[in-house]
């Protein structure tokens, strides 16, 4: 299993890199880096637009940051299956409220369910942080352009169970959102 971190978009919205944005003490990608870390070795961070290298991570440059997210995900699942993983966990940065209890609740929901997705629910939809596994490697790497992985959790909801993640629905894009955080 791997712990895959998409970190490449540009933060147009907010006008600065998210990535780097104070946060408990650290930045935004780095408290991502931590968590993640909590439970493998060294998370694949992919990072673009910014190059600001976490530490504690494996960290993939993609050029091809501006065709949108799924160049992301292709990336960080091919560097994932160099590494024979048999599951991931794609996340972001900017959910700030991530916790190694939830990326558990992921795994254990897995472990449980036997599903081949697990994701988390909140504002009313379901989406990442979210494990697959390698059953559905292949409809990753046919995304394209801005199309996340909430495509593939759509196209496979009988298949996909939901965790709970309440505070799922913050994220920072916007100037107003990384003020207003508790």
């Not at 990535?19 to 070795?41: C, E, K, M, N």
């Not at 599951?87 to 939830?102: A, E, G, K, R, T």
């Amino acid at each position: 299993m791997n712990i895959i971190i998409l970190a490449a978009g540009a933060s147009m919205r907010l006008g600065k890199p998210k990535q780097i944005l104070p946060w408990r003490g650290t930045t935004l990608l780095q408290h991502a880096v931590q968590v993640a870390g909590a439970l493998v070795t060294r998370p694949i961070v992919v990072l673009g637009a910014y190059r600001e290298v976490p530490q504690g991570a494996q960290v993939v440059f993609n050029e091809a940051w501006q065709e949108g997210i799924a160049s992301s995900i292709r990336l960080g699942l091919q560097t994932a299956m160099q590494q024979h993983a048999r599951q991931v966990i794609f996340m972001v940065c900017d959910q700030p409220f991530i916790s190694v209890h939830l990326l558990e609740e992921l795994l254990l929901a897995q472990q449980k369910t036997g599903k081949p997705i697990i994701a988390c629910a909140y504002a009313g939809t379901i989406g990442i942080p979210a494990l697959f596994d390698n059953s559905l490697f292949p409809q990753l790497l046919d995304l394209k352009g801005n199309m996340g992985a909430k495509k593939i959790i759509q196209q496979n909801s009988e298949h996909t169970w939901p965790v709970p993640f309440p505070m799922g629905g913050i994220d920072i894009d916007t100037a107003e959102e990384y003020e207003a955080l508790p």
